[in-house]
């Protein structure tokens, strides 16, 4: 994927441009939106389970995370009206960050109110990005657009850069595709490495 977009011009977007972009083009999108995440350790300020986390308070991010969310789950609901959907692909390396164990958890949530998510482990993508460079953190909207989010050093998203040729969407959906069907279900990988386990240390 990333040989396919250091191939193609895209176009910068901040990250209130990013947003808001890409749910427009979540209104009229024409098939599975396909997220990859790759980064092994994100900032998510504004998230209030993450905060929580990130200050070392664990039981409340769990609580926070585990709250109801009714406009996440009608987002879900829409998109499979729409014949769509939110299909995540996380890859993850062990053993697992202090981070990914608090965002496999609060995927579990997510799981619940309707996105589709699915795990592979870094060793599935060792030759492919031998190969071809890190897998990016991408947003594919169905054949419509593909989005390259960026991140600063800390991991704290800034943007995105923006790709509608129809020849860099299919190839990156085709690859995502191809990597989701190799991926293990969630719910396996979260009771198998996951389940009840806390971070070893305070993150910050």
């Not at 609060?106 to 589709?116: D, N, Q, V, Y």
């Not at 990597?179 to 240390?201: H, I, K, M, T, Y």
């Amino acid at each position: 994927m990333r040989d396919l977009l250091r191939a193609a011009s895209g176009q910068r977007l901040s990250l209130p441009e990013y947003e808001a972009d890409f749910y427009a083009t979540v209104e009229s999108v024409d098939g599975p939106i396909l997220k990859t995440e790759r980064i092994q350790t994100f900032r998510e300020p504004g998230s209030p389970s993450w905060e929580a986390f990130a200050a070392g308070r664990w039981d409340e991010a769990l609580k926070i995370a585990a709250r109801p969310d009714p406009e996440l789950a009608q987002f879900f609901a829409d998109l499979h009206g729409r014949g769509s959907g939110l299909h995540r692909l996380r890859i993850v390396e062990l053993p697992l960050t202090p981070y990914l164990i608090w965002e496999l958890n609060f995927l579990r949530f997510r799981a619940e109110a309707g996105e589709h998510i699915r795990v592979l482990t870094a060793d599935g993508v060792s030759e492919l990005e031998r190969e071809h460079g890190i897998v990016p953190e991408l947003m594919v909207a169905g054949g419509k657009a593909v989005y390259d989010v960026r991140y600063d050093e800390s991991g704290t998203p800034v943007g995105a850069d923006k790709f509608v040729q129809p020849e860099i969407v299919e190839g990156c959906r085709s690859q995502v595709r191809t990597l989701l069907a190799r991926a293990e279900p969630f719910e396996s990988f979260f009771d198998r490495e996951v389940n009840g386990r806390r971070p070893p240390v305070a993150p910050l």
